[in-house]
């Protein structure tokens, strides 16, 4: 034990955690002193060894006490952490060590103490953090409210209540607050709560806590924080409400919806209009439901201004929709005036309500100045099915905007469903046009129209977007009869368009192409490889091994990827074997897969690779093998995963090991 001292006198930290790592397995009564040492060490590697071999140690009782006392430190910050690592660490074996000091004369520990108790998730902790809530210290007591809290025991909520009326220091209040928020269920408020909002410090706490708790009792006190000066409990008051109101039955909404109505018309709703802001997504929710239940037409703005928000959109759309077609002719009256994100909206709206009364603002928005408009206006105009628009709406295939171009294309497929003679027409012109792009829109066209005539003279287009398009149509119409054409296709110049010939042909299911597509096997794009493996193994899966070994020999990276996805789906032992031949591979994502796939398939075929894996060069698949270690029979994966962790020098892998080992214990 003297040489150990010494040596932890050395200047090199590696050789300190060393020596540290060595004195695993001997008793915590022996090593105690020196563990408690090393966790005050400057360095932090030495001080979470110490940390680790001491848990490992199963300490006594005794030993416990002792490592309690160094949360006493008051000129080591190192130390007293690693101790308070070591204790939380240790849990329910640490409870009676723990219990004696929860009284203790020293308020900062019995606030360490109090925080370890929290930190251990236990709920056997709920009684001493109980026995806290009356600490004469404010910050104990405070810290065992909050504790309380995140243990989860719903039984303790009355003991919460009861602590708030007698402890009246704000900071106590809060922390109950939150700790009730997070434990109570739905249901009438507590007066012990209700008073509480009458002091301006706490007012916003005790909204959010009523946003947990309370059921529609709350609504009149949540009303009359609409109007209170402050703006943080206004908005705490907004989300609560909507809280309440979206876990409410029926009856309960009812109630809701009938005190919110009588805010209609009135002052309040220009002041819960102050509260909407994009920037804080949950109070900007709140604020539309709240503001949607009210009905007032004021709020047309805001509510458009919500549409466009990806994550407001849906609350803002009921919203909006709630407001029938007054609200509507409301808002499109502004349309003129409105600035272009609000246009835009706007005719998103016409369009989702199917609103046919809007027909002609959205007409006249195909020529709107702004992009972002134009965008709207089209797919309106193929929600409400203006098929009279189709002159305007293909004059934008030629917009400068890329967004508006891609959009008119899915509004012409929608147009298609209802007047097919005109889209034909339209995609025969752009199949005729001197515009790749144009003629690629002619493929996707003929796909919605289902003709596959047109779409066969396209695979032999001059550009390689264009054939590719065609080819995609051709095997999402399934058209059995062009296997020949795809398999043309099979060979064109360009790499993406071999591609999707090989996609296609796994769509359309003909049998007859596997010759051809094992000759593709040979393809020098790897990207066409996989497709092609992939294919073959639709189109005749019986083959699959076959396919595998053609390509097999020789192949890295993305294609040996593949194959080894393959294999796991054939029910064959020379499959696993093959499987397990790529654990010898140098790349580190084939061996993970292979691990992976072995641990699903066959894990006892990962033994006699096992050793080595965990010595493997790269971390990550030292991880992996770990994991696919633990999945063995418990006494072999212990003595497999120990001898590992004690040669792993990585951190990330040390403590991926010790989880493992817990998890057998």
């Known amino acids: 034990m003297q040489d150990i001292q010494n040596i932890l006198l050395s200047d090199d930290e590696e050789v300190r955690r060393r020596v540290i790592q ?41 030993t416990i006490d002792n490592l309690l006392e160094l949360l006493r430190s008051e ?32 308020a900062d520990v019995r606030k360490f103490i109090i925080d370890v108790m929290g930190s251990t998730q236990s709920s056997a902790f709920v009684p001493p953090l109980l026995s806290a809530l009356d600490d004469a210290d404010v910050n104990v007591a405070a810290a065992a409210a909050e504790h309380l809290g995140n243990l989860g025991d719903t039984r303790i909520v009355p003991d919460l209540i009861k602590a708030i009326a007698i402890n009246e220091t704000e900071l106590f209040r809060f922390n109950a607050l939150a700790a ?28 959010e806590c009523l946003g947990s708790i309370a059921d529609d009792t709350a609504v009149a006190l949540l009303i009359e924080g609409l109007h209170v000066r402050q703006k943080s409990s206004r908005n705490a008051a907004i989300i609560a409400l909507s809280r309440i109101y979206l876990r409410s039955g029926t009856e309960s909404r009812q109630a809701l919806e009938s005190a919110l109505e009588c805010l209609k018309g009135g002052d309040q709703v220009p002041v819960l209009l102050e509260s909407f802001d994009t920037s804080d997504p949950l109070l900007s929710e709140a604020v539309v439901t709240v503001l949607d239940i009210i009905g007032d037409n004021r709020c ?35 349309f003129t005036n409105s600035d272009a994100t609000l246009r835009s909206a706007i005719c998103t709206l016409i369009g989702e309500c199917a609103y046919r009364n809007g027909g002609a603002v959205v007409h006249d928005a195909l020529s709107d100045p702004s992009p972002i408009v134009r965008k709207a206006a089209v797919s309106a105009a193929g929600k409400l099915g203006l098929t009279d628009c189709i002159p305007e709406i293909v004059r934008l295939l030629d917009d400068p905007d890329q967004d508006v171009r891609t959009r008119v294309v899915v509004c012409l497929q929608a147009l298609a469903m209802i007047d097919r003679s005109s889209i034909q027409s339209v995609a025969c012109q752009l199949g005729d046009s001197d515009q790749s792009e144009q003629r690629r829109n002619a493929a996707i066209l003929f796909a919605t129209l289902g003709d596959g ?48 010939a ?29 497709a092609v493996l992939n294919t073959l193994a639709r189109v005749c899966p019986e083959g699959t091994l076959d396919a595998v070994n053609t390509v097999l020999p020789g192949s890295e ?20 074997v093959l499987v397990e031949q790529a654990l010898d591979n140098s790349d580190e994502e084939v061996v993970t897969l292979a691990l992976s796939i072995l641990s699903r398939r066959a894990v006892e075929r990962i033994i006699p690779h096992a050793e080595r894996l965990l010595a493997h060069a790269i971390w990550g698949v030292r991880i992996a093998c770990a994991r696919a270690v633990a999945l063995l029979p418990a006494p072999l994966a212990d003595k497999l995963l120990t001898q590992a962790l004690e040669v792993e020098t990585n951190d990330l892998v040390r403590t991926q090991l010790q989880i493992l080992l817990k998890g057998l214990a």
């Open 557 to 576: 990276g993305l294609v040996l990827l593949t194959c080894l996805k393959l294999l796991e789906n054939l029910e064959n032992d020379q499959a696993l």
């Open 453 to 500: 005539d047109q779409l066969l003279l396209l695979v032999k287009d001059e550009d390689a977007l264009v054939r590719q398009a065609a080819v995609s149509a051709i095997g999402k119409l399934r058209l059995v009869p062009s296997s020949g054409m795809l398999l043309m296709a099979l060979v064109d110049e360009d790499p993406d368009v071999r591609i999707a």
């Open 22 to 62: 060595d004195l695993r397995g001997r008793p915590a009564c022996e090593t105690s002193t020196l563990l408690f040492g090393a966790m005050g060490d400057e360095s932090w590697r030495v001080r979470k060894e110490a940390v680790e071999v001491f848990v490992s140690s199963d300490p006594e009782e005794g």
């Open 300 to 334: 047309v703005e805001i509510f458009l201004q919500a549409l466009v928000n990806e994550r407001l959109s849906g609350v803002a759309l009921k919203a909006l929709k709630h407001l029938g077609p007054d609200g509507i002719d409301t808002m499109i009256s502004q």
């Open 75 to 106: 000129d080591n910050a190192g130390l007293r952490n690693s101790a308070a690592e070591a204790v939380t660490r240790l849990g329910e074996r640490a409870f009676a060590p723990l219990n004696r000091l929860v009284h203790d004369s020293d």
């Open 180 to 207: 009730i928020g997070k434990l109570a269920v739905p249901s009438p408020i507590p007066d012990e709560i209700k008073r509480l909002a009458e002091n301006d410090m706490l007012r916003k706490a005790v909204y």
């Open 502 to 530: 090989a996609e296609s042909l796994a769509e359309v299911g003909d049998s007859g192409v596997v010759p051809a597509l094992t000759h593709a096997l040979n393809d020098e794009d790897i990207w066409v490889q996989c």
